[in-house]
């Protein structure tokens, strides 16, 4: 099975409007020789703020080439949320994808298993794809719970999920020790734990949805890792935070992936 490969810019709490839209003109612009179909799938996600700016630069340009994700969505639909933003909304706004369960969220906002299925589960009913994160703290891994931690995020996340739309999400493994740290999970380990992965979404959903879901890697993702993480057998791509905020190295990224 040969999956198609995704790189994703996860641009966290960066850029106003002007320079979101700066900067998906300069990422197209660093894609514009390269033939569509021979992209990987490439993302990107600013802020809510500027998903209507990202939004019309990508529709403007009419390359198609670059899709957008929202950082995150609340699962219900409208009512009294003050503060919250719904899957409707941020589809509404033009995004294809929301990036759920990020370790930022579920460290700083109290996001939980529980709540990571509901959004993954309304993100599905709309017809948009859940980049669904997982991944392990240094305590974690020094513990020796890595695989079990993981595992149960992941069938936490895909709790009464379809087989269908199992196979049509994506899976994030970022290792919390790696984001932001400069301190890239070795491949050979990244891709283990990416096969476990994919074996916990085979016991779920079986093996069509286990052969057909994209896992990334994340964490301090640069140019000069792309290739050989790539090279990996259960490495479909990557997520990529501060090397994401330059079209430059977010498109070495892409083309490393290529
Ligand atoms: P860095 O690439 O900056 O380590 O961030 C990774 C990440 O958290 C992407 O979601």
Redesign the pocket.
Same mark, same amino acid.
């Given at each position: 099975m040969s999956r198609r490969p995704v790189i994703a810019g996860?641009w966290?709490m960066h850029k106003l409007q002007s320079e979101s839209a700066e900067l998906a003109n300069a990422v197209m612009k660093e894609l514009k020789d390269i033939d569509k179909a021979a992209l990987p799938e490439v993302v990107i996600a600013p802020v809510y703020t500027s998903l209507y700016a990202v939004n019309k630069a990508l529709t403007d340009c009419g390359c198609g080439k670059v899709k957008m994700a929202a950082q995150n969505a609340f699962y219900e639909t409208q009512g009294a949320f003050t503060g919250e933003v719904s899957v409707e909304m941020v589809k509404d706004a033009g995004a294809e994808y929301v990036?759920i369960g990020?370790?930022?969220r579920r460290q700083y906002f109290g996001e939980t298993d529980e709540m990571i299925n509901k959004k993954a589960k309304k993100i599905l009913e709309l017809g948009l794809v859940p980049i669904i994160?997982c991944g392990e703290s240094l305590e974690q891994r020094e513990a020796g719970v890595t695989d079990s931690h993981i595992a149960s995020q992941i069938k936490a996340a895909l709790d009464g999920l379809s087989a269908e739309d199992v196979a049509k999400s994506i899976i994030?493994y970022?290792p919390i020790w790696?984001?932001?740290?400069g301190k890239t999970c070795d491949s050979d380990e990244a891709n283990r734990v990416i096969a476990m992965i994919r074996n916990v979404v085979k016991e779920v959903a079986g093996a069509d949805s286990a052969d057909k879901i994209r896992i990334l890697y #994340?964490? !301090?993702?640069k140019p000069n890792t792309i290739v050989e993480q790539m090279s990996k057998s259960d490495i479909d791509g990557a997520?990529?935070? #501060?090397? !994401?905020l330059t079209a430059d190295s977010f498109a070495q990224i892409v083309k490393g992936a290529m």
């Open positions: 996860n966290k990036i990020h370790s930022e994160c994030a970022e790696a984001i932001g740290t #994340g964490g !301090s993702v997520l990529v935070g #501060g090397a !994401s």
